[in-house]
């Protein structure tokens, strides 16, 4: 199963305000510590603002924040919120144009595959992700003057 860049997107931006909750961090900044386009993570950043996981700060010294209890957010219910639900078009209510669906067994090993897959992910929450690793994930994602210090060996 692969992730959709969106939600791939989305789980290392909800990883990144995590570890450095210090202050707003803006998209642009994000993207860069991300190394990814900001044009792609403001749309994702929007999402989990709706979804109420990340606060917009407006201002001078605004960006985005991890919501207040967002760091309990079951991996699991990211992955539904964001990724289609659809993994072939038989999942589709419509039934989808696949004329093998009336006699196919495929639709219910993907739909218990996905269950299985989501099963796992409601183990894990976002906390999980970082708490054992923050230290090591700010070396890679922390702040600007963080990742000239160890890029230049200070």
């Given at each position: ?14 990883s ?22 900001s ?6 950043a929007?999402?989990?603002?709706q ?10 010294s ?8 967002a760091?309990?957010?079951?991996l699991?219910?990211?992955?539904e ?13 419509e ?58 060996g200070?």
């Amino acid at each position: 199963m692969q992730l959709t860049r969106r939600t791939d997107y989305a789980l290392r931006l909800l990883s990144l305000l995590a570890v450095d909750d210090d202050a707003p961090v803006s998209v642009t900044e994000a993207a860069d510590r991300l190394e990814i386009s900001s044009g792609h993570l403001a749309k994702v950043a929007h999402s989990l603002v709706q979804a109420g996981w990340v606060q917009s700060v407006r201002g001078r010294s605004g960006g985005l924040l991890l919501a207040e209890g967002a760091g309990d957010v079951r991996l699991s219910t990211v992955f539904e919120h964001l990724e289609p639900q659809a993994l072939v078009e038989c999942f589709d209510p419509e039934g989808g144009g696949c004329v093998l669906t009336p006699a196919c067994r495929l639709k219910g090993v993907l739909f218990e595959a996905r269950a299985a897959f989501i099963d796992v992910l409601k183990d894990y929450t976002l906390r999980d992700l970082v708490t054992r690793r923050k230290a090591a994930l700010l070396r890679i994602v922390g702040p600007a003057d963080h990742r000239r210090a160890r890029s230049s060996g200070g």
